[in-house]
Every structure is written in structure tokens, then in C-alpha cells.
């Protein structure tokens, strides 16, 4: 089968297809055709610096979610042909991914796609949603409870995570302040209808301040700890901040004092997506279909050569909405 190997930590343009055996269906794993994957940032992390770490086992596919068909079912309960969304749990890291024409995935991180949302979506759309919408699902109710008299601030608004958190937080009829970097992303956070959209020039917290003088119930951060110190000023009292996203270039927080700078009476709580359900994964997509979200796709490829223009597209911020590749 063709796959995109990685051997060492690389640019986008050193990205590579080759010729490499289809896995051998072992117990507790399923064998699945990719149809299609998202690409994604920590896959851009993961070729630039990660793929150095100790925990990657190299050579390594990347590729951390897809959509495939089960051609060989393992000791599972699925059948062959049926469709299953596989994202997670080390995939694309400590073990094979998805950016290859057969993936073989621990059936924990495999889920099926049901009759209903195969009917309802087309296939793209399916390809474009299990991380990027699990993600931003899992950030807006289980890790900040969003309630529909919330005022939300998502900071990072134009990346896919933050469109699709987007959609989701306008069903709540949560009011929205959304963040972009510069006026193309303000024109499309406009376009999504964004009660707020405002510039994020490096310091937000004072043009927060001056729409909420009291600050905001809820805030979805997906630039992270470089900017943390700024972000959390702008909750109110009572106010939960989830951390779910690293844009602004830091995992860790440096020169952070939790007792002088969450300021009283504010919550910090952080979103990681590594631990998908079938439940969960049926309520999201029961709750896109139900409320007719379509999800805002940027770019669709059809070969596993295009890889690294994928992964250029990504890195030069020029596309606001998903990239996926669709494999048939
Ligand atoms: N916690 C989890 O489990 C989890 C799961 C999925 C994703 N994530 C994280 O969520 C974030 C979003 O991922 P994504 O794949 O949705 O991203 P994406 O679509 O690639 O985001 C692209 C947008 O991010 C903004 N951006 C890029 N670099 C930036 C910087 N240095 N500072 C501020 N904004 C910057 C740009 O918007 P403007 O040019 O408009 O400002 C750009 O258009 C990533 O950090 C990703 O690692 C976390």
C-alpha cells in the first residue's frame, strides 16, 4: 500500500509516499481502507519538532483520525464494510495512522458511523468532523458546561477547531466574542455570524473588557499558554476558562503564579481529546445532523501525494476551515 512515512522530524515539503505492506489484522485490532482523514495542527507538530520525542516510535504514518471502511474485523464486533471513525489513543504517534491506504487500529479507538449520519452527510463532510468537532464538542459542554445565557470567548476563532466551536456554541444561542489575527479572518468570523469578532493584536483582555465591563462567562482558548496570563483576565466571576488549543507556539506555562494570576473565583480547566466514546461520538454527530451544521471545509485532496501541500496550506494560515483528504 502507498503511505506517508516518517522517519525523522522534517518541512513539509520533505514529506514523503511510499510503498509499504498492508498491515496484518492482529486480536484487538481492527484492519480499515482509509476513505479519508482530516489533517490536522499536532500533525504539523509532530513532522516539525515531536516526532524527536522519545515516546514516538519511528518510522511512524502519521495521521491522528480518519474515516475507513472494516475490511478486516479482528476479534471485534464490526463486519466488513462497515464505516468507522478512528481518531486518537496514540494513533499517528505510537502507533501507524491514518495518512495511508489501509490503517490497522486498536478497535478502543474505533467507532462506528451509523446509518443516519451516513444518510445525512456526505462523505466529506463525515471526513472533516470526528477530531475537529469531538474537540470542540468536548471543550463547549463537558469541560465549560456552556449554557445558552453565556457571553463565549474564543480566542483563536478562524482555526477549524474554532469554526466548528462556532457552529456548535450558536445552537446553544451562547453570545460569541471570536478572535482573528487579521481583517480576512474578522470578514469570515462575520460571515459565521459571530456577535463579536475582534482583533487579537497580542493583548485581548482590555477590548474584551470594553464590550463586558464585568468580563465573559466562558472562554474556549485555542492560542494557549503563551497568552494565558492575558486570556484569563477577561472571565468574569465565576467564569471557566478551557484550554483545548497550543496556536500560539507554548504547551507550557512559564512565570505562572496559579495563587497571583487566576484571579479569585475563576476556573481553569483544560480539554484533551484522547479519550473518544461511541456514545459521545453518536451524540455529536446526532447533535450536527439534528441542528443541520455543515461543516466549513477549506480544501479537499485526493491522493496521498499531495501531502506536503496539504501540510504547507496548513502551516501558511491562508485557509480558515478543515483540510481532509477524501481517498475515494
Ligand atoms: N486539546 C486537544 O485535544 C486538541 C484537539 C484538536 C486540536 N487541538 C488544538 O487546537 C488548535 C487548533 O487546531 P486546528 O487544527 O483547528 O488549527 P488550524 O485550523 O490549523 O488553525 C489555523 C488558524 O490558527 C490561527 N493561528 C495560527 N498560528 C497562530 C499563532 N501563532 N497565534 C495565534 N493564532 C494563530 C490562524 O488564525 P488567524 O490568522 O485568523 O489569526 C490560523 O488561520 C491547535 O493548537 C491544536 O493543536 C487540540
Known amino acids: 500500500m502507498k503511505a506517508v512515512v516518517l522517519e525523522k522530524t522534517c518541512k513539509a515539503d520533505e514529506l514523503e509516499v511510499k510503498e509499504v505492506p498492508i498491515p496484518k489484522v492482529v486480536k484487538d485490532k481492527v484492519l480499515l481502507k482509509v476513505k479519508g482523514f482530516g489533517i490536522n495542527r499536532s500533525e504539523i507538530i509532530l513532522r516539525d519538532y515531536e516526532a524527536d520525542e522519545d515516546y514516538i516510535d519511528l ?65 466529506e463532510e463525515i471526513i472533516s468532523i470526528p477530531e475537529t468537532y469531538f474537540t470542540a464538542y468536548g471543550s463547549l459542554y463537558e469541560c465549560l458546561n456552556l449554557k445558552s445565557d453565556d457571553v463565549l470567548l474564543i480566542r483563536g476563532a478562524t482555526s477549524a477547531t ?28 462575520e460571515k459565521l455570524g459571530v456577535d463579536y469578532p475582534i482583533i487579537d493584536d497580542g493583548d485581548i483582555c482590555q477590548k474584551v473588557l470594553d464590550i463586558f465591563p464585568e468580563g465573559v462567562e466562558k472562554v474556549l482558548d485555542l492560542i494557549g499558554p503563551s497568552k494565558l496570563n492575558d486570556t484569563i483576565k477577561t472571565l468574569k466571576f465565576r467564569g471557566i476558562l478551557c484550554i483545548t488549543g497550543v496556536l500560539g507556539g507554548e504547551e507550557y506555562v512559564k512565570n ?12 481553569l480547566t483544560g480539554f484533551y481529546s484522547n479519550y473518544p466514546t461511541q456514545k459521545i461520538m ?34 501558511s494560515n491562508k485557509v480558515q476551515g478543515k483540510i481532509i483528504f477524501k481517498l475515494d
Open 59 to 123: 518510522p511512524v504514518i502519521p495521521g491522528i483520525e480518519c474515516i475507513g471502511e472494516i475490511v478486516g474485523p479482528s476479534n471485534s464486533s464490526f463486519k466488513k464494510g462497515d464505516i468507522v471513525a478512528c481518531l486518537m489513543g496514540g494513533m499517528g504517534r505510537t502507533f501507524d495512522g491514518s495518512y495511508a491506504e489501509y490503517a490497522l487500529i486498536p478497535i478502543k479507538n474505533t467507532f462506528k458511523v451509523r446509518e443516519n449520519t451516513l444518510k445525512n452527510l456526505s462523505l
Open 162 to 189: 474554532g469554526i466548528s466551536a462556532i457552529q456548535l456554541a450558536q445552537i446553544t444561542g451562547a453570545k460569541i466574542i471570536a478572535t482573528s489575527r487579521n481583517q480576512k479572518g474578522i470578514e469570515k468570523l
Open 256 to 267: 505562572f503564579n496559579p495563587i497571583a494570576d487566576v484571579p479569585n473565583g475563576r476556573y
Open 282 to 315: 453518536d451524540d455529536m454527530f446526532d447533535f450536527i445532523i439534528k441542528n443541520n451544521v455543515k461543516p466549513v471545509i477549506s480544501a479537499v485532496f485526493n491522493s496521498l501525494e499531495d501531502i506536503s501541500k496539504a501540510h504547507i496550506l496548513m502551516e
